[in-house]
């Protein structure tokens, strides 16, 4: 192997090792919901919550 | 079965946080889309919800969203709410939201139900008892907070 790319190997093992694996929130929560896909601007937002605390 | 609240709110929305279940995958993410067989599924959705009142009751300037992610899953939890509305109306303001999200349903369903033309908006609509929603038509998303 070349020795650059077994240095980066074992740096990243390293890291990896130090930091653990990094928590991923699943995309269904985080923002894959159909929600995220339709209000997009802050304008369709902030008219959303003004409908949404008047009904 | 896995819940989920997410722990980001939406991008925009800053206190609607997104409420997910379903059956965890290999990858421990959950499958939304899984179709599951429960003896009781009033029962598995209360329980749902009941996670959402305990979160509501730590959060309560927060709004808690169901993704309907397919026509008949979210008829499917209309179906509960209403069965389950005087009961639910205690703790929650049910809303439910129609917009045109058939078009963002890639696949095989993405045609499988005609087009709504008027619902161009993300309307919030207050979800009363004995409402009648056309199933074709149904909401796609639920949101709820504390009474």
């Known amino acids: 192997m070349n020795p650059s790319v077994q240095e980066k190997i074992d740096a990243l093992t390293e890291r990896a090792k130090k930091e653990g694996r990094k928590s991923k929130t699943s995309s269904a929560t985080r923002n894959g919901s159909s929600l995220h896909r339709i209000i997009r601007t802050k304008e369709q937002a902030e008219a959303f919550m003004k409908l949404l605390k008047s009904c | ?147």
Do not use: C
Request: proline share 5%; hydrophobic share 35%; net charge positive.
């Open chain 2, 1 to 147: 079965m896995k819940i989920e609240i997410s722990s980001e709110p939406h991008r925009l929305l800053h206190n609607v946080y997104n409420l997910a279940f379903g059956p965890p995958d290999v990858r421990g993410k959950i499958d939304d889309k899984a179709e599951l067989q429960h003896s009781n599924y009033s029962k598995v959705f209360s329980t749902i919800l009941f996670t959402g009142l305990t979160y509501l009751n730590s959060n309560p300037g927060h709004f808690l969203g169901i993704d309907g992610s397919s026509n008949s899953r979210a008829y499917l939890y209309y179906r509960f709410l209403q069965k389950n509305y005087d009961y639910l109306n205690r703790f929650f303001n049910l809303f439910g939201i129609k917009y045109y999200v058939r078009v963002t349903r890639f696949g095989k369903t993405q045609y499988d139900d005609p087009f709504d033309f008027q619902d161009v908006k993300a309307i919030p609509e207050s979800i009363e008892k004995k409402m009648i929603v056309d199933p074709k038509f149904m909401f796609n998303y639920f949101i709820f907070n504390k009474n």
